[in-house]
């Protein structure tokens, strides 16, 4: 009996062993499972941390980034504009182009370069057999019957940097037998950023003298330039290689004065140190006689172009601009001769306050010129020394009676004293030309223009003359009324 009871105590306590055995072995592997759940949950949340983290990382670079870019736009706008020149504003980067804006072919930081392409193109007759031996004088200007190409020029300006801005105007042009000649009209840099209102140019560049000498032939009014600018200026105008320093003076109203210095050699100093046009023999003349070719001596040879304009508002309709030039300089008919040129000009303009597109509007220019020219002696060809003095005027008005179209009439006269070599000379005697036109713009772009003008002179009678003219405009170019 007591071994039994022994056997089944034994049973029971085994069994119990063995019930607490597994009940540990199930109590691990519910822990094991807790713990693979717990893993998997934590990784889970790894990997969303890690991804909402990469996220935050790419919006937050790409925020920095624009802000960056925004930042730089900013001060890149501002540097532009600080550096911009007043009459110059830097072109939008942002806007479209069209044919009015410039054609910006380089930028380095605050340099820019813009270019444009302007062509004018003559077509038309006259009763002179040559126009260009006495009627049109101007290099620009109609140079025979028929077609005449005389002004294809390509500008480019810019700024240099925060000091200067630079221009330069290659003009290409036809002679009678359409062979292409090409001249360097203007290369200049000018200052920006002068204290005390003071601007300073140098390089080759028009003489501030007047109103349409320092204009190049797509601002005229008309088809060719005036006889009193040819007979002081010559063909080409008063253009030369110098500087020139301008000053703003602080009056209520707008006043700026004006001085340049220039070499005044060669053709384009026409009046100045101009050896003139070799003769049959090869020698070279001007006004009949044979030239020095008088080399640079000191600062009393070159040639002084003093200058002093203003102008007034009349009214909030009206404008009166008025100035007054002057030019000085070395002759090379002789030693030590020299020439003086005296001018005023007047421009006056109507535009009512309801204008569309600036139309309509009423405008007059007039220019007066006088030149003392102190003539040497030439024994060879038979001149004695004498002083030629010549005078005149033109005066023109511009109707712009609807918008695209202006109508304009323009009177002309021209006289001088009497020299030996009148007879042979078509820069000098009596002369009228008057000459109205009609300019349609099909847009701000182009131009066509027909003018008559009639000429009546003492070398060339009464001779009759019609010309139509077309532009075309390639990029920024100054003064297209539209």
Known sequence: MRFRTSIISSFALCAFVLAAHAQETNEV??????LRQVLQVQEE????????????DEMTKKQSAEAERKKLEQQL???????????????????????????TVARAGSAYMNISFDTLMDVGGSTAHDPSAQLELGDHDPIKRGFSLR????????????????????????????????????????????PGNLQVKGGQF?????????????????VDDPLILTRAFGPEGLR?????????????????????????????AFSFRNPGQPDALGVDRFHGRATMDNILRGPGDLVYVPRLASSFDLTDQQTVVAGVSAAFGPNETGTHKHTQVYGTDLYWKWKPANAHEGFPFVSWQTEGLYEIFDAGADAGAGLPAETLRDWG??????????????????????????????????????RTRISPDLTFYPSEFSKIRLQYNFDQGEFIGTQHSIWLQVEFLLGAHGAHKF
């Open 29 to 34: 592997e519910l822990l094991k499972q807790q």
């Open 77 to 103: 706008a501002a540097e532009l504009q600080t550096n911009a020149p007043a009459s110059t504003p830097a072109p939008a980067t942002s806007a479209p182009w069209s044919p009015s804006q410039p054609m």
């Open 240 to 268: 030369s290689v110098g500087a020139q320093a301008s000053w703003l003076v602080p009056t209520p109203f707008y006043t700026e004065a004006f001085l340049g210095v220039l070499d005044g050699q060669g053709g384009t």
């Open 45 to 56: 949340q790894r990997q969303k941390i890690e991804a909402l983290t990469k996220q935050l």
């Open 151 to 194: 002004n294809a020029e390509i500008a480019v300006d810019g700024a240099v940097d925060p000091y200067f801005k630079g221009f330069g105007n290659i003009v290409l042009k036809l002679d009678k037998n359409n062979e292409t000649e090409i001249e360097l009209e203007e290369a200049y840099l000018q200052t920006t950023s002068l």
């Open 206 to 222: 028009f003489a501030a003298f007047g109103r349409q000498n320092p204009q190049h032939p797509h601002q005229w009014a008309f």
């Open 393 to 430: 005027f033109y005066s023109q008005v511009l109707w712009g009676f609807k918008p695209r179209w202006v109508a304009g009439l323009r009177g002309e006269w021209v006289d001088g004293n009497h020299g030996l070599f009148d007879s042979q000379d078509v820069f000098r005697g009596q």
